[in-house]
């Protein structure tokens, strides 16, 4: 398999005022127009939308990128599960178009999953591009491990331990919300 270089941020363009601070509830509004920008209304639809279904972000995780008043990006991850054994799901990360290639994605990641292993979670599942989220320790889950309530393309299927060992006993139909 050839190496895969990630995309790098524009340097091009001056630094930004950037502020990376949780997400607060009265975010709500600004991050679902985002999303909708960002994703349209085929989102609804996606196997990575319906695992988040009936779950909330988790406040201590979930983040929001403003540049002044402008929410420029953000990433939420919540509760899910897995054979009765407590997991993390990762999306959307979602960046402004306006503000893509500035490294906002990447701080909202980082920030994301210090938050989840400072709070002593160990596994983090997603659905994206494993170009992008191997950069930050993603692996494709392993064949039969686990199942999306719908499908996905496997290569695309990740997941990241935040402790070590914590995928070893994790298998199953997963869910979201809480065992």
């Known amino acids: 398999m050839p190496a895969v270089t990630p995309p790098q941020p524009d340097t091009t363009r001056p630094a930004l005022p950037l502020v990376i601070r949780p997400e607060h509830p009265e975010d709500g509004p600004a991050v679902e127009r ?9 989102r609804f639809a996606r196997t990575a939308f319906r695992l988040r279904e009936g ?3 988790l406040p201590d995780l ?3 990128a403003r ?8 990433v939420r991850i ?19 178009p306006s ?5 906002i994605g990447s701080a909202l990641m980082r920030t994301s999953l210090d938050a989840a292993r400072n709070a002593g979670h160990g596994l983090v599942i997603l659905v994206g591009d494993r170009p992008y989220y191997g950069r930050f320790g993603f692996v494709p889950v392993p064949p039969g491990r686990l199942t999306l309530p719908g499908p996905v393309d496997p290569a695309r299927f990740l997941w990241l331990e935040l402790t070590d060992g914590a995928a070893q006993a994790v298998g199953g139909i ?4 809480s065992p």
């Open 55 to 57: 779950a909330e972000p």
């Open 78 to 96: 919540g509760p899910a599960q897995a054979g009765g054994r407590a997991l993390l799901a990762l999306g959307p990360l979602t960046v402004d």
């Open 67 to 74: 540049v002044g008043t402008f929410l420029a990006g953000s």
């Open 174 to 177: 997963v869910a979201g919300g």
């Open 34 to 42: 985002l999303h909708a920008r960002a994703f349209g209304p085929g």
């Open 99 to 103: 503000f893509e290639r500035r490294g």
């Open 62 to 64: 979930s983040f929001v």
